[in-house]
Structures are given as structure tokens and as C-alpha cells.
């Protein structure tokens, strides 16, 4: 599919199939096309929870204000955005300068130095630690709903729940934000989509 298709197709849709399953494989697919998403330095700070547990998705559904589409969708994941991303002997930190040092582009004795950059980018302060975190998973947020709709699945992003309340329910760890979670499936036969809302034009958007 043409990505102007993909831009055109990819909806928020409400009404999942409940009948028709995502598999694990394709799953797979979607997450490792979505991972080549753009990050700070490439920390990639980002994590996710796949909820597929008819009961959990229940448990979620009721901090989500009731949103049917969590449990209608045969997969919902949990988006996590990590706020210690940037900090040395996290273990996706770690990966990145690994990486880093095996094509060559910093030396061993570096590690030092990179952790300083990344703190000094990222880790000023609690504002700027959030907006890290959150920048990026966004960016893999979006780049993971594009992947979905080329691989003929529908998608529909969700911040309408208590975060609190989640992630003590799901015993998520304090260094993640949860930014939103992400229903993934196939639209329910026979449902017609609303027309698209209003989108700003370029006039709107550019400020003078
Ligand atoms: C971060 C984010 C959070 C959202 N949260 C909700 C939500 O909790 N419930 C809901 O019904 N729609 C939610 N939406 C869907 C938006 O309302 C929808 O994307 C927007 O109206 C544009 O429609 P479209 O995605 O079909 O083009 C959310 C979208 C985003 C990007």
C-alpha cells in the first residue's frame, strides 16, 4: 500500500471485530516495523504490555471509563515511556552504546562522556525527563498505528484512563509514563466509519 493510502486509511476506529484475533506473528511484525521510529540518540525509551487476557482487558476497561473497544479489540497494548532511558545501566542505554561502539561510531572509553550528553539533554530536570520519555514512545506511538494499517489492521490510541489507577493495577514501575494505550484489531463487519473530524490546513497551522 502507498504511504498516502496508509495516512488516508488509518482511523481511531470504536467497533472491533471480538471474533476475529491478531496473532502473535503479526503482532511481531507491526512492533519490529514500528521500532524503526526516530529517537533521542536512538535511546528508543519506549516499552510495551500486550494485553490479550479477556480479564485483564476487563480490569483496564473499568480505569478506561468504560471504553468498549478495550475489550472488543483482541489486543490492547499498554504504551510505556521510560523516563530512566537516558541513564547510564539502563539496559536499553546500554544496547545503544554497544551498538554504537561496534559500527565504530564512539569508542569503548566513551561511556563517560555519552552519559554525560544524554544527561545533559535529557535528564536536566523532571519537565525535561517527561518530555523525553513522551516524545519518543509518541513517535513510536504513531510510527506503530501506520505499521498496523499496512498490515491490514486497525488501530485506536487511548488516554482517556486513570493513570494512577492503572499502573498500580498492572504494577507498572514509577520510571514509566504510560502515555496512552493502543487498541489493536479489525473493524467489526458491517460498520460504517463517521467522516474524518476537522484537521487544521496549512494556514491554520503555520504561525506568522
Ligand atoms: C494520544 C491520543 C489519545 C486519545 N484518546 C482517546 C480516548 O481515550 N478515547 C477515544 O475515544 N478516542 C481517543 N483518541 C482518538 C482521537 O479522538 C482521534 O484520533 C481523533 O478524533 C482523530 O480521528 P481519527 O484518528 O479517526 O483520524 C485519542 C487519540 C490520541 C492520539
Redesign the pocket.
Given at each position: 500500500m502507498d504511504f498516502k493510502d496508509i495516512l488516508e486509511k488509518?482511523?481511531?476506529?470504536?467497533y472491533f471485530d471480538p471474533d476475529r484475533d491478531v496473532d502473535e506473528t503479526l503482532l511481531r511484525a507491526v512492533v519490529e516495523s514500528a521500532a524503526k521510529a526516530p529517537s533521542s540518540y536512538n535511546l528508543q525509551p519506549w516499552k510495551l504490555k500486550v494485553l490479550r487476557d479477556p480479564a485483564r482487558k476487563a480490569e483496564l476497561r473499568a480505569l478506561?471509563?468504560d471504553?468498549p473497544?478495550i475489550t472488543e479489540a483482541p489486543v490492547v497494548l499498554m504504551l510505556l515511556a521510560d523516563r530512566d532511558g537516558w541513564k547510564g545501566g539502563n539496559a536499553t542505554l546500554e544496547s545503544v552504546f554497544r551498538d554504537f561502539v561496534k559500527s565504530g561510531k564512539m569508542q569503548a572509553d566513551q561511556k563517560e562522556w555519552f552519559e554525560g550528553v544524554t544527561q545533559g539533554l535529557y535528564g536536566r530536570d523532571a519537565e525535561a525527563v517527561q518530555a523525553f520519555a513522551n516524545k519518543n514512545a509518541?513517535l513510536f506511538?504513531m510510527s506503530l498505528m501506520y505499521a498496523a494499517s499496512h498490515h491490514g489492521l486497525e488501530t485506536?490510541?487511548?488516554?482517556?484512563?486513570d493513570h494512577d489507577g492503572v499502573r498500580r493495577a498492572f504494577g507498572i514501575p514509577d520510571n514509566y509514563w504510560i502515555?496512552?494505550?493502543i487498541a489493536v484489531g479489525h473493524l467489526k463487519p458491517g460498520v460504517t466509519?463517521?467522516p474524518?473530524?476537522w484537521r487544521q490546513s496549512y494556514d491554520d497551522m503555520v504561525l506568522g
Open positions: 488509518r482511523r481511531a476506529i470504536n478506561a471509563f471504553q473497544k509518541g506511538a485506536h490510541p487511548m488516554d482517556g484512563f502515555p496512552m494505550l466509519l463517521h474524518r473530524n
